[in-house]
């Protein structure tokens, strides 16, 4: 394993890989949805209006110039199709698995942390989202069983219901039935939105 001077960073007086440098190298054993996942992880950011921001390990544009410039690193081939299909502002490793299925099936494009401003113009921010239909998706993971998470999704779902979207929430039950079984209820909700295929 070739490993260039510039690859190694300081953490409390421990030489260690750097972020980008330790991802590429994942592409030597991950598979892709997996490589994917991490990367969606590490470049992750948003500045939303009900949380604290959320700062990127490594931006999207540095993990994209050090893979572009990682010729001759194990895994570099596999990084350089994996960093293509990354995207900025996913939550959880759920919602990048569930962005691959649709995108995998021919459904249009779903931006992750997609903002929907409601009637008042307020900013409501959603998983995954596809302006053009008017379609969102929400990942409910075991937080969303909280009395006060369930309370702050009702007022959220209420939200995008009246600014037009038409919701569907997956959750754990529903990406074990299958990428069938998901597309097909994500294909439904577009249609009725106005795409058609």
């Known amino acids: 394993m070739r490993i260039r001077a510039g690859d190694f960073i300081d953490v409390d007086g421990l030489r260690l890989t750097s972020v980008a440098r330790t991802w590429v190298d994942l592409g030597s054993i991950l598979p ?10 590490i470049v992750s950011e948003h500045n939303r209006t009900f949380a604290e921001e959320r700062l990127p390990m490594v931006s999207l544009a540095e993990l994209r110039t050090f893979v572009e410039g990682a010729n001759g690193i194990h895994g570099v081939r596999k990084a350089r199709e994996a960093v293509e299909k990354l995207r900025v502002g996913v939550d959880s490793p759920p919602e990048t698995r569930l962005r691959l299925m649709l995108d995998d099936a021919g459904l249009p494009e779903f ?3 997609c903002r929907i401003d409601d009637a008042l113009g307020r900013p409501v921010w959603t998983d995954l989202g596809c302006p053009r239909f008017r379609t969102c998706l929400e990942y409910e993971g075991l937080h969303h069983l909280t ?3 369930q309370a702050f999704d009702a007022y959220r779902d209420q939200r995008v219901s009246e600014a037009g979207w038409r919701q569907v929430k997956i959750n ?3 990406m074990e039935r299958g990428s069938e079984w998901v597309v097909s209820r994500v294909r439904q909700a577009l249609r009725k939105q106005g795409w058609h295929r």
């Not at 892709?32 to 990367?39: K, M, N, P, Q, R």
């Open 172 to 174: 754990r039950f529903d």
């Open 111 to 113: 931006v992750p942390d």
């Open 147 to 149: 009395p006060e998470q």
């Open 32 to 41: 892709i949805e997996d490589l994917i996942v991490a990367g969606d992880a």
